[in-house]
Each structure stands twice: as C-alpha cells, then as structure tokens.
C-alpha cells in the first residue's frame, strides 16, 4: 500500500488541489482496479471459515509430468490369479511382451495391492503407486507377476527358493523364459530381491526405498545391474546406498540412483492419484489439512503421514466423508509426498528406461 501511496503523491496536481475533479476521479478509479485485480487472485474463504491459498499443482516440483490415474487408458488391468505354494500369485501377460517384471512388495503388503478390484480379481486394492508402476509396465510391454510373502515381510531362507520356483514356472508356462527377467521390490521387497538376485538371472533390478543385503553377500561380477530409488530424508538409508554403490562399481556393476523429494499437496492431488477420488473431497481433504496445520505454508506435510493424526481430524468433521475403501489409498499419498518411506510411481520412466537399457 506504501507504494500506491507514493504514486498518489507523484502527481503534483494533487498535493496543490489544483487538479480537476475529474483528473481526481479517474486516479480513485484505477487505485480500485488494481485493487479489485491484486484481490482477484485470492480463493474465497473456506467453508471452515478460513480463507484457503491457491496451490500450483505439484507437476511444477519435478522435472516431469506426474502421471495421473487415468493416464493409461490404452492399458486395461485384465489379471489371472493362482494360488501356489500357499501364496497368492497375480499375473498380466500383454500383446507381444518383450520382457518380465517381478515386483516384490513391502511389509504387510501383498500382490493383490498391484491391481485395480475388478471381476477378475475381487479381492485386488488398487493402491496408486502400485498400480502406476504395473501400469507403466504393461504399456511398455513388460509382463508383470506379483507374488505375496508368506508372513508380514519377506524372509530371505527358503522363501527365495519357492519364489524363484514360481517364476520359473510360471515363465515356463508362459513361452516367456526367453525373455529378459527384471525385479523391483520396495522396502522389504528391495531386500529380498536383492537377495534373490543370487539365485536368478535379473537383466537388471531396482530396489526402492531399500539398500539391499550388500554387506551379507558374496557380490560377484555377475550381479545384475541395481538401480535404488530411494529417498534422501531417511539419511541412515542414503548413507549405506552410498556404500553400496560403490562396493558395486568396484566390483565392475552398474549402479545408479534415484533420489524421491518431498513434494507440496495441492486441492487436486489426490483426485490425480487415486481412482474414484472426487474432485471435491480432494479438495475439502486439503483445506482440513490447512486448517489443522498439517501442512505448512506452502502446502508440504509437517509430519509423515503415517504419523498425522489426519483419520481422527477426518472423523470431527461431519461434512466431509470419505469412502473407506480409499484411506488406504490416502495414506499412501501422504506418505509419499513427505518422502521418508513410501512405495513411488512417480520415477516410473526413469525406472523403466533404466530396466530398458540393460534388457539382454
């Protein structure tokens, strides 16, 4: 206002009341414009009763497009579900596949996790960074298998063997053991498939928010090619993939990484992510977390989700209601973008280009 003030003053008519009334009236006017333009930028109060910042989409935190949910339309989840060895095995074979993908999940996850709910698998979640990853896979013609760890977490004795059996039976079945076998596993999933790396032929792998059993190895010159994902705020993690990579290098293995960041919320980021989420709710979920302060002032999570007490904040408020079947699917997103330990789709093309590079 202090500059609006000065140009009040720099008309020298006006400080000797010399000048017309009209000349007087067309400044008002003006002032009142730009006014009515620095104010039209501002969202309307919230129906909390505080007024609610615009957000740029969190597109604008990365160096790439996020992908939204429905970004695959060309791809339809169409499953085949086996029970084998007292697991559950979920599969998709595309058109002309020129690769296979295992995907290990992490603890207290499970393959069914990977795959949109639909006739073929009932039973199937759908969780948004899962399905993203499969998603991408099938539209670059990868076939992909998941398979559920028999307790909580992966164990790395003799769960290794049934689940190379399985694969190995499964790509025999298939006409598929001629193709190139990649692996990703996110937390205790990247464990054991850095483990199980051992004992198959990966063209490459990527373990994700996990630095793998290097150190509890006998690491040869035949190690698959190992991409970690990771993500830089869980520094006790960073610092033994830093270790490892170079135990890799040394050993004359192709290592890189990727590093996740931290990203700010935003009104639609949730309706983006997660299928079957309401523009609106999205939105009312973001300014609950606003008013409740569970993010900042530009819109990035105080707290890891998982330790946000945004379920309880959720159930005061009688005007907004959120599917159950979603809380789940919310919960992941939060945790994803305070970016401590989360399963990500979000670094799918580096991923796949890096699987891509070392298919032989």
């Known amino acids: 206002m202090a500059k609006r ?18 000349v007087t009236c067309l400044v008002v006017i003006l002032v009142l414009l730009i006014l009515l333009f620095c104010n039209n930028g501002k969202s309307p109060d919230s129906s909390f009763g505080y007024p609610i910042k615009k957000w740029k989409s969190p597109d604008s935190s990365f160096g790439y497009p ?24 979920i599969w998709q074979i595309p058109s002309l596949p020129k690769a296979v993908l295992f995907v290990a999940h ?8 990977f795959w949109d709910r639909s006739s073929s698998c009932p039973n199937c979640i ?3 960074e899962e399905r993203l990853l499969v998603l991408h896979a099938l539209a670059r013609k990868f076939a992909v298998i998941t398979i559920s760890s028999a307790g909580r977490c ?30 990703l596993g996110a937390s205790s999933g990247g464990y054991f498939v850095s483990a199980l790396a051992t004992n198959l032929r990966f ?6 928010i996990a630095a793998g059993k290097f150190d509890q190895m006998d690491i040869t010159v035949n190690y698959p090619p190992t991409l970690f994902v990771h993500m830089p705020k869980d520094s006790y993690r960073q610092q033994k993939i830093s270790e490892f990579i170079e135990v890799l290098k040394n050993k004359g293995i192709d290592a890189a990484e990727v590093e996740c960041m931290e990203f700010p919320l935003s009104p639609s980021f949730l309706a983006d992510r997660i299928p079957g989420m309401n523009q609106t709710v999205s ?16 819109g990035y999570m105080k707290k890891d989700g998982r330790a946000t007490r945004w379920k309880e904040a959720l159930r005061e408020r009688k005007n907004l209601v959120l599917d159950k079947s979603m809380v789940q699917h919310v919960q992941e997103e939060l945790n994803l973008a305070f970016a401590y330990h989360e399963m990500t789709g979000l670094q799918s093309e580096q991923i796949f280009k890096w699987f891509e590079s070392h298919l032989n």
């Open 5 to 22: 003030g000065a140009k009040l003053k720099a008309w020298p008519g006006l400080q000797n009341c010399r000048v017309p009334v009209v």
């Open 66 to 89: 996020i992908k939204k949910w429905n970004s695959f339309e060309s791809v339809q989840f169409n499953p085949t579900i086996e029970l084998r060895n007292g697991t559950d095995v």
């Open 106 to 113: 992490g603890c207290d996850g499970r393959a069914a996790n």
């Open 126 to 128: 759908g969780l948004p």
């Open 154 to 183: 992966w164990t790395f004795g003799e769960e290794r063997l049934i689940v190379k059996n399985i694969i190995q039976w499964w790509a025999q079945t298939h006409n598929l053991e001629s193709l190139p076998l990649v692996a």
């Open 203 to 208: 063209s490459s792998i990527t373990l994700m």
């Open 283 to 298: 939105a009312k979920l973001f300014e609950l977390f606003q008013v409740k302060s569970f993010v900042d002032g530009n």
